[in-house]
């Protein structure tokens, strides 16, 4: 029966922005380190010039995604070195034709380290975040730790680079935020509109798949539905303490005082932070969906000046990182699965809001796989612009 590790909080498994440091198992599609493994298999290329890189909270879901996105995209580094918490330190990881062993996490392991891709939860983040800018190492951050600190970039490279400016590897270290995984996917499919013509209201109702919520949620999501198929009943509740399959509910996020959680406060905090503007109202409902990988989105936006759907459809078709599926005829529109281990975000459903006056009123949908370009890719392409 699936079993998960003790250590291992429910807390801990359920938040977007961090896998925990001991997950061993990745989802399907993907480098496969089941857990009780002690190897997982990743090719990619070095070369001398390239910067030294490490990767921290290697063997969760995100931090496996790194050593793909990196090779996939061919990001040059001279020297790896693999970290993770002291329960996975020792595990064996092939990376590049060369079998690397996973190191515990510690102040020294910054020493001579040039860019550092963090996923391993907020209070890793503090911890050791620092640190690594003091020994002159650019972090790029996949938790909240950091977002919404004042003078900390929180970018998506294809919205707001400019964020990023003057930071150079070689240059002074410091500590870059990788937006949420549902901010990013919304701004991806908002920001050519805020560009052109201005968003004076967002709405966005989140439709968020296991992977958000870790490795070993995606496993009892499948251990739960093989249950509900076979036996009929939901037997395993380890990381939720209700049933997953063939249900959804309210993300697991803790509420705050204002009736949101936490999930839906940060699509509103950061948004403002990433265009740069107070000018805009934003409300989120964020769901828990049974779907394996990939977010999808439902956003309103009211303009601050009048677009035609025709020029809604060409300017976000025309966005870098954007594909549309809007085909009306066939009813055929974006799904996770057509997101799911995909660089682009999908976007359809683009057509007037008939409740409201002119042509002020938009919708739309749109599907990314969060943990590529909601998470992981998003991270390299930061470092990428590291060494621009």
Not at 221 to 239: P, R, S
Not at 298 to 325: C, H, M, Q, W, Y
Not at 331 to 351: E, H, K, L
């Amino acid at each position: 029966m699936f079993s998960v590790a003790s250590h291992l909080t429910a807390r801990s498994a359920m938040n977007d922005d961090a896998v925990a440091l001991n997950s061993k198992k990745s989802s399907k599609r993907r480098c496969k380190a089941s857990r009780g493994a002690s190897r997982t298999t990743i090719r990619a290329e070095k070369t001398k010039d390239g910067p030294s890189v490490c990767i921290a909270g290697v063997t969760g879901a995100v931090g496996q995604e790194f050593l793909r996105v990196l090779k996939q995209r061919n990001f040059p580094y001279s020297e790896m070195k693999m970290l993770a918490s002291k329960r996975s330190a020792g595990m064996k990881i092939e990376f590049d034709g060369e079998t690397y062993v996973t190191e515990e996490l510690c102040a020294e392991s910054f020493d001579g380290v040039d860019i550092a891709l963090f996923s391993a939860g907020g209070s890793i983040s503090k911890k050791f975040g620092p640190i690594a800018v003091e020994k002159g190492c650019f972090v790029v951050d996949n938790s909240s730790a950091f977002r919404m600190v004042e003078g900390v970039p929180l970018v998506i490279p294809e919205v707001n680079p400019e964020a990023m400016k003057g930071m150079k590897v070689g240059g002074k270290a410091a500590i870059i935020a990788n937006p949420n995984c549902s901010t990013i996917i919304a701004l991806m499919a908002t920001t050519a509109i805020q560009r052109k013509v201005g968003i004076e209201r967002m709405v966005v109702s989140t439709y968020q798949a296991a992977s958000g919520a870790g490795a070993l949620a995606m496993a009892e999501l499948k251990q739960q539905t093989k249950e509900l198929v076979n036996d009929g009943e939901i037997k395993t509740k380890e990381i939720f303490p209700w049933g997953y399959a063939f249900n959804l509910f309210s993300h697991n996020a803790p509420m705050t005082e204002n009736g949101y959680n936490e999930e839906e406060m940060k699509m509103v905090k950061e948004t403002k932070k990433i265009w740069n503007t107070t000018d805009i109202s934003i409300a989120a409902t964020c769901i828990r969906v049974p779907v394996m990988r990939a977010h999808a989105e439902s956003i309103n936006l009211t303009l601050k000046n009048e677009l035609s759907e025709a020029d809604a459809r060409k300017i976000i078709g025309e966005f870098p990182g954007v594909s549309l599926i809007d085909d009306r005829a066939n009813n055929r529109f974006p799904m996770p699965t057509d997101a799911s281990d995909q660089d682009d975000c999908y976007v359809g459903r683009i057509r007037r809001d008939i409740s409201q006056k002119n042509n002020k009123g938009l919708e739309l949908f749109v599907v990314g796989d969060q943990i590529r370009k909601g998470a992981a890719q998003n991270a390299v392409q930061i470092a990428e612009l590291l060494l621009k």
